[in-house]
T-cell receptor, first 111, second 114 residues
Framework: GPKVLQIPSHQIIDMGQMVTLNCDPV?????FYWYKQILGQQMEFLVN????????KSKLFKDQFSVERPDGSYFTLKIQPTALEDSAVYFC?????????FGSGTRLTVL | QQQVRQSPQSLTVWEGETAILNCSYE??????FPWYQQFPGEGPALLIA?????DKKEDGRFTIFFNKREKKLSLHITDSQPGDSATYFC?????????????FGLGTTLQVQP
């Protein structure tokens, strides 16, 4: 099926640093999402993005979080500054007609 | 409050048996229900999905049974194989006013014993 690529697969950073997670969505998809998964448990919605704008965000999408997709390049999630509770696996997804396709995730460890 | 609930949390069946995974939801506006399969270290992959206008959706060994009145659905995996061992997530979304957001349950971890 369609592939969503996430870079890097793992990231370890110190608390307070900035981190950018990169996502290469399916080429003709128009909707983009970030989800957070802790300890292999529930996938929790963070934010979705369409036509250059955030459409909806959850309470997990703190002020320290931001997303963008400049000029059709990577769809990014930036966390600045990071906190210990940001440690999780972050999944990017994209869709065109309602079906979400997920990447393999970026495991973020904040020390 | 958990909008999408799954049971059991974990399930073990023997190879060849039918595994039944249950899901229920709260929001009457939900009308699209995909099931995702996730292997350790990988992202969730769409397995099968149903819309609320149907009461059954079949794809090979995987079948969704949907009861709109009771807000319940179930995923049946017939002739279970060891390769089916994974975590299965039930998800839901509403078409009206939808931004495409999916609400996931906590998942059912399935173990198929050879």
């Amino acid at each position: 099926g369609p592939k969503v690529l996430q870079i890097p697969s793992h990231q370890i950073i110190d608390m307070g640093q900035m981190v950018t997670l990169n996502c290469d969505p399916v080429s003709n998809h128009l909707y983009f999402y970030w989800y957070k998964q802790i300890l292999g448990q529930q996938m929790e919605f963070l934010v979705n993005f369409y036509n250059g704008k955030v459409m909806e965000k959850s309470k997990l999408f703190k002020d320290q979080f931001s997303v963008e997709r400049p000029d059709g390049s990577y769809f990014t999630l930036k966390i600045q500054p990071t906190a210990l509770e940001d440690s999780a696996v972050y999944f990017c997804a994209s869709s065109s007609e309602g079906t979400l396709y997920f990447g393999s995730g970026t495991r973020l460890t904040v020390l | 409050q958990q909008q999408v609930r799954q049971s059991p949390q974990s399930l073990t069946v023997w190879e060849g048996e039918t595994a039944i995974l249950n899901c229920s939801y709260e929001n009457s506006a939900f009308d699209y229900f995909p099931w995702y399969q996730q292997f350790p270290g990988e992202g969730p992959a769409l397995l099968i999905a149903i819309r609320s206008v149907s009461d059954k959706k079949e794809d090979g060994r995987f079948t969704i049974f949907f009861n709109k009145r009771e807000k319940k659905l179930s995923l049946h995996i017939t002739d279970s194989q060891p390769g089916d061992s994974a975590t299965y997530f039930c998800a839901a979304s509403a078409s009206t006013g939808n931004t495409g957001k999916l609400i996931f349950g906590l998942g059912t971890t399935l173990q198929v014993q050879p």
